[in-house]
């Protein structure tokens, strides 16, 4: 990604926050596919898709070339979105958990 070189760190962390916030204040998975495609581009989103994808597969234990069969996930990717899911900033965990107390 690249910063904007004219943002300030903190200016960069308010604007994180902003939108952090307004993901939050949603309610309703209509709301957010609605806020997700207003946001992003078809690509943008189908990349969130696929990666959100890869957590299940990740946690149901699949093998990374299984992964690619069934979604078309780069192997590299995969394996990046399993190293954030064991290494990261906890995030995909946290959701996991949230997603699974729901369902």
């Known amino acids: 990604m690249k910063p904007n070189r004219n943002d ?3 200016r960069r962390i308010r604007s994180e926050n902003a939108l ?4 939050i204040g949603l309610e309703t998975i209509d709301e957010c596919r609605n806020f997700f495609k207003d946001l992003c581009t078809p690509a943008e ?3 969130l898709v696929d990666r959100w994808q ?4 990740l946690q149901q234990g699949l093998p990374y070339r299984k992964i690619h069969d069934l979604t078309g996930v ?3 990717t995969i394996g990046r979105v399993a190293r954030f899911l064991t290494d990261g900033f906890g995030g995909y965990r946290t ?3 949230r997603t699974h107390q729901t369902h």
């Not at 952090?20 to 993901?23: H, L």
């Open 45 to 47: 989103l189908q990349a």
């Open 74 to 76: 780069s192997v590299t």
């Open 8 to 10: 300030s760190e903190r």
């Open 54 to 57: 890869v957590v299940e597969y």
């Open 95 to 97: 959701a996991v958990q």
């Open 20 to 23: 952090f916030e307004a993901v």
